[in-house]
């Protein structure tokens, strides 16, 4: 059974930074690999995403002060947010797309909280 499970949420205060991490229990070497997060009262949304030949895409809101990146074994990714805002306050999921017709993995989620 696949698994994804995120660390390095936590409280922080506006201005500060974190840097989460997902590491997988099978390789995504070439896969997508994803965050997403979900406020309270919202749906969830992308966040960040790197594909397999290393190309990312930023949601507008996190563009310039987010970062996704990954290991070279296709374990694991992470998110290195900075200059973090209380409207990033959220519960992080980490995530892969295995193929073109959407399947793919959850992790269970970490949360941010920023205080301002």
């Known amino acids: 059974q696949v698994q994804l499970v995120e660390s390095g949420g936590g409280l922080v205060q506006a201005g500060e930074s974190l840097r989460l991490s997902c590491s997988a229990s099978r390789s995504f070497y070439g896969l997508v690999m994803g965050w997403y997060r979900q406020a309270p009262g919202k749906q969830r949304e992308l966040v960040a995403v790197i594909r397999g030949g290393g190309d990312t895409i930023y949601a507008d809101s996190v563009r310039g002060r987010f970062t996704i990146s990954r290991d070279k074994t296709g374990y694991r990714w992470y998110l290195t947010m900075s200059n973090l805002n209380p409207e990033d306050t959220a519960v992080y999921y980490c995530?892969?797309?295995?193929?073109?017709?959407?399947?793919?993995?959850w992790g269970q989620g970490t949360q941010v909280t920023v205080s301002s």
């Open positions: 995530h892969t797309r295995i193929n073109s017709e959407g399947e793919g993995y």
